[in-house]
């Protein structure tokens, strides 16, 4: 059975600090894992990763896969209060690509 | 146009109505999806539509009825929900390969 499971399933830091997110994930045929930032509507997309070792960037977040280790990384660096949120990370999978999601980071960022 | 529209935003409905919740979108996605979110959990998947044709089910009540008039078009019709339907129910849309996968906005739905 297709699994995503992502750790911790909260975070508290006070802003500046830098977080590591984790997600694990076992997905038949696997072909991508997505990261997406959940505030109070629909889940915004931050990254697709596809291949292994290879770091995306955008701004102060970035994002690397492990393909042997069935393994990602979200890394947010000098955190702020705007980035408070839930973290998805998910793999589609099956014909139609429909999506498996983690349950989730919730990250809470102090001033 | 990147964007998959949802409408409403918000839907209060009493147990006895009917009502539809509307997806669109414009990027020639061929695969849509309904997904069901209650608080503080992960989006759980309902449909999905390939080429405008039903392909997955996962075993949704038959209270939730979906429809694909074309393919850039997914409604949801309700009729007979219970309280505890009540969630945000969002609509995405991916390209065959999955690649391009796009949330809606959502609709906050409320069973009173």
């Known amino acids: 059975e297709d699994k995503v499971v992502q750790s911790p399933l909260s975070l508290v830091v006070h802003e500046g600090d830098t977080v590591t997110l984790n997600c694990s994930y076992e997905v038949t045929n696997f072909r991508s894992l997505l990261w997406y930032k959940q505030e109070k509507k629909a889940p915004t997309f931050l990254f697709m990763l596809t291949s292994s070792g290879i770091e995306k960037k955008s701004g102060r977040l970035s994002s690397i896969l492990d393909k042997k280790e069935l393994f990602s990384i979200l890394n947010i660096t000098a955190t702020q209060t705007g980035d408070s949120a839930v973290y998805l990370c998910a793999g589609p999978r099956g014909s139609a690509r429909q999506l498996t999601f983690g349950s989730g980071t919730q990250l809470t960022v102090l001033p | 146009d990147t964007e998959v529209t949802q409408t409403p935003k918000h839907l209060v409905m009493g147990m006895t109505n009917k009502k539809s919740l509307k997806c669109e979108q414009h990027m020639g996605h061929r695969a849509m999806y309904w997904y069901k979110q209650k608080a503080k959990k992960p989006p759980e998947l309902m449909f999905v539509?390939?080429?405008?044709?039903?392909?997955i089910n996962e075993s949704v009540p038959s209270r939730f009825s979906p429809e694909c008039p074309n393919s850039s078009l997914l409604n949801l019709h309700l009729h007979a929900l219970q309280p505890e339907d009540s969630a945000l129910y969002l609509c995405a849309s991916s390209q065959e390969q999955g690649y391009g996968y796009t949330f809606g906005s959502g609709t906050r739905l409320t069973v009173v």
């Open positions: 539509y390939s080429y405008e044709k039903l392909s």
